[in-house]
Each structure stands twice: as C-alpha cells, then as structure tokens.
C-alpha cells in the first residue's frame, strides 16, 4: 500500500526559501508520477510540479524558475521553493499517480491514486 508524509512546511517572509519532503513508501519509482498540488484558502487545488524516472520535471507557469522538484535518497521526494510570495501561500500535498507524468497530470490533480496529508506553507512579511 502507498503513504506518503509530507514535512517541511513553515513560515517565511517573501523572498524566503523553504524545502518541503515527501517520504513515500510502498511504491516504485520509475512506475510512478510524483507530484505536488497545492491549494489555497477558498480556492481548487493547483498542480504545482511532476517529477517520474522516464522524463523531465514539469512546473506550473506560477513557480517555473522559483521551485524545483526533484528525487532524494531513497524513496523521498522534495520540493525546493525559492522566492516566495505571499501567492504561494496554501496547504502542499505530496501526491502519486500509477502510471507516467503528463501535461495532463500537472493540470488536473484528481489524477492522482495517492495523496499524503499535506503541510502548511504560509508566506507573509
């Protein structure tokens, strides 16, 4: 059975930096499409970037240049986000799919099979 945790979420002022994880257990990689989606108060959950063991990583327009995803040792995964707005603000979920990221993936997150519980980002000054 997949579980993914997130950690790494927190406070910090724009401009800041902040490297949220993903331990996903019960899963194989280069099968999968890892993915975060984020969601903001009174908003839809927004795909945020794909990352699997066939292709490049793909980003949301908003966070193209500022966040990278990427594989850690073993089974973890990270989001690095760098210069942050207060838009970023939101609840981050890690989230895998069986099968292989796509464009379609990134755009419409009810794809995924597996969701983690999600950890709070908040950027304000």
């Known amino acids: 059975q997949v579980h993914l945790v997130e950690s790494g979420g927190g406070s910090v002022q724009p401009g800041g930096s902040l490297r949220l994880s993903c331990e996903a257990s019960g899963l194989t990689y280069r099968r999968y499409c890892m993915g975060w989606v984020r969601q903001a108060p009174g908003k839809e959950r927004e795909g945020v970037a794909t990352i699997d063991g066939a292709g490049p990583s793909s980003y949301a327009d908003s966070v193209k240049g500022r966040f990278t995803i990427s594989q850690g040792k073993g089974k973890n995964f990270l989001l690095q986000m760098n210069s942050l707005k207060p838009e970023d603000t939101g609840m981050y979920y890690c989230?895998?799919?069986?099968?292989?990221?796509?464009?379609?993936?990134?755009?419409?997150?009810?794809?995924?099979?597996?969701w983690g519980q999600g950890t709070q980002v908040t950027v304000s000054s």
């Open positions: 989230a895998a799919l069986d099968g292989p990221c796509s464009s379609e993936v990134l755009a419409r997150s009810t794809l995924y099979n597996y």
